[in-house]
């Protein structure tokens, strides 16, 4: 099972654009990269999910090169709502469940 | 439409004692799974079911048990609690048995554990 390496922290302001890396070095063809966000005492809640290239949803982007051993999660314009946890998991559709690391916790300042 | 419910929302329990941990999925779905997360880290897996058959063990002792009642519904028990095992129990449902983008995991707002 790949593991992923992302930063334990991030800080930001409002209004800023911000970019959390992710690092899957060991990620095989049929792997997906998928992305969750947790705000405290709440479970974890799925963001985006790609396999290659870029994906954009209403909330975030996922920028995928092509040896797709990282991949990064791009919020635009943060808000202080923002402020949570951003877990990087990759991902085999046959697989029943999800590993997590650390995540990555954003503040966001005003 | 609800969401995954969990019941109870915090419970504290001394060592030794036993507790269950109830979970309601989303309408529909399939697969419960089990996740504990303790403080400053991230989930990790359980238990899965998927249309009542355990699909998938993680790494925990065989005094954590699970079951899947006929209308998905699912319960987890933890015999014997230690002080390890303080922490928030997170349920989630999917559809189907696997983790794609096409069948993401819904997670509920968790059972938060204190072992005294």
């Known amino acids: 099972l790949a593991k992923t390496t992302q930063p334990i922290s991030m800080d930001s302001y409002e209004g800023q654009e911000v970019n959390i890396t992710c690092s899957h070095n060991?990620?095989?063809?049929?792997?997906?990269i998928t992305w969750y966000q947790q705000f405290p005492s709440q479970g974890p809640r799925f963001i985006i999910q790609g396999y290659k290239t870029k994906v954009t949803n209403e909330v975030a982007s996922l920028f995928i090169p092509a040896d797709r051993k990282s991949s990064t999660l791009s919020l635009p314009r943060v808000s202080l709502s923002d402020t949570a946890v951003y877990y990087c998991l990759v991902v085999t559709g046959s697989q029943g469940n999800l590993i997590f690391g650390k995540g990555t916790k954003l503040s966001v300042k005003p | 439409d609800a969401g995954v419910t969990q019941s109870p929302t915090h419970l504290i329990k001394t060592r030794g004692q036993q507790v269950t941990l109830r979970c309601s999925p989303i309408s529909g779905h399939k697969s419960v799974s089990w996740y504990q997360q303790v403080l400053g880290q991230g989930p990790q897996f359980i238990f899965q079911y998927y249309e009542k058959e355990e699909r998938g063990r993680g790494n925990f002792p065989d005094r954590f048990s699970a079951r899947q009642f006929p209308n998905y519904s699912s319960e987890l028990n933890v015999n014997a609690l230690l002080l390890g095992d303080s922490a928030l129990y997170l349920c989630?449902?999917?559809?189907?048995?696997?983790?794609?983008?096409?069948?993401?995991?819904?997670f509920g707002a968790g059972s938060r554990l204190t072992v005294l």
């Open positions: 060991n990620i095989a063809t049929n792997d997906y």
């Open positions: 989630a449902s999917s559809l189907l048995a696997g983790v794609d983008g096409a069948n993401v995991l819904t």
